[in-house]
């Protein structure tokens, strides 16, 4: 039995289907490509930029204000602002800030928090870390913790602000337990 070709009004409407299927998805991928490039960060990913900045250029007291009820239960801010005047000193005028990215979790109880993966390229080398966000009653986002690791970092530049850290470390652990 030998195959007909196609009728020509019904080969006009396969290639109609064809065209407009074609359309269709290329209308969906610029959707989507669109969308990403124009979703800007996250609103936790501003706020943890936002605390970044601020612990860079010395400014304890604006980094502080960005932070959870516990944390500052068992941060003072005396203790923040010297360890964002260590980290301004190590930094320099010329840090750039990169948020590399987030990611949100739901933890038991059900409180939404991010990790905001960051780097900061500074007068003496590299900062990097991850900032943990919670998010609060308002819809806003909190700093809840935070890390710093200096790779590559002569160990003398950094010294006073690891040690900062290191007795920070101590004293939360001390003010949690009792």
């Known amino acids: ?3 007909r070709p196609p009728r020509p009004r019904r080969a006009r409407r396969l290639v109609r289907v064809a065209l407009a299927t074609g359309a269709a998805t290329l209308v969906a991928v610029v959707a989507v490509i669109a969308f990403s490039l124009t979703r800007g960060p996250r609103p936790e990913e501003q706020v943890a930029e936002r605390f970044l900045t601020a612990l860079l250029q010395g400014e304890g007291g604006a980094a502080y204000a960005l ?9 003072f801010e005396r203790d923040l602002d010297a360890i964002a005047d260590a980290l301004a ?3 320099g005028t010329g840090a750039a800030l990169t948020i590399l990215g987030s990611e949100r979790t739901v933890p038991e109880p059900v ?7 960051y780097q900061a390229i500074t007068d003496v080398g590299r900062i990097e870390g991850v900032v943990t966000l919670e998010q609060q009653p308002d819809d806003g986002w909190a700093v809840r913790e935070v890390s710093h690791r200096f790779p590559g970092a002569d160990p003398e530049d950094v010294a006073e602000v690891q040690e900062l850290l290191r007795r920070l470390n101590q004293q939360v652990t001390q003010r949690v337990s009792g």
């Open 89 to 91: 000193d190590v930094a």
């Open 111 to 117: 409180t939404p928090e991010s990790l905001v993966g």
């Open 1 to 3: 039995m030998a195959l």
């Open 67 to 75: 932070t959870t009820p516990e944390y500052r239960a068992v941060v």
